[in-house]
């Protein structure tokens, strides 16, 4: 635990972690897609609250209860709390996938069916927007024929 005061930035919060933890934090993503407005919602109000900045959504593979695993990792919920006062959200990374064009993090189909907010639509691997884009591809210009031969 006192190694934890001697971590200055939050590189070393990370190179840290990984040690002591590997294979915990899976990924990171840098937005939620523009479909899950209350997500990011989320997150940003719990930046403010930590008067920080919103700065990653770090994807691990379990969470830490800060009740009920006080005991048993309570180093873990630390690094968990330096990350979420620095501005990173931690998010389960099996309810996450990433829009399959922009990489905006969007929750998998078993998450979406669970989720608080109801969206007004029907789940999607990629984001609304992105989908809109393929189906109307940018039109071909047509090559000019030149018909005096
Ligand atoms: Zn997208």
């Known amino acids: 635990m006192n190694d934890l005061r001697n971590l200055r930035t939050m590189k070393d919060v990370k190179e840290y972690t ?11 993503a840098e937005r939620y897609s523009d479909d899950y ?15 920080a900045e919103p700065a ?8 830490p209860h800060a009740e009920h695993d006080k005991a048993t990792s309570p180093v873990l919920i630390a690094l ?11 998010r389960r990374q099996h309810e996450f996938q990433a829009c399959t064009v922009c990489d905006a993090l969007i929750p998998t189909k078993e998450c ?7 969206p007004p639509f029907e789940w999607r691997a990629m984001c ?4 809109e884009d393929r ?15």
Request: aromatic content about 10%; glycine content about 4%.
């Open 37 to 51: 407005p209350h997500l990011t919602c989320t997150w940003v109000e719990m930046a403010k609250m930590m008067k």
């Open 56 to 63: 990653q959504i770090m994807l691990v593979s379990s969470l």
């Open 112 to 118: 979406f069916t669970k989720l608080t907010v109801k």
């Open 128 to 131: 609304r927007m992105c989908e």
């Open 135 to 149: 189906e109307s591809p940018r039109p071909v210009i047509e090559e000019v024929k030149d018909d005096l031969d």
């Open 80 to 90: 968990c709390d330096i990350f979420s006062r620095t501005g990173f959200m931690i």
């Open 18 to 28: 990984d040690k002591n933890y590997p294979g915990w934090i899976k990924g990171y």
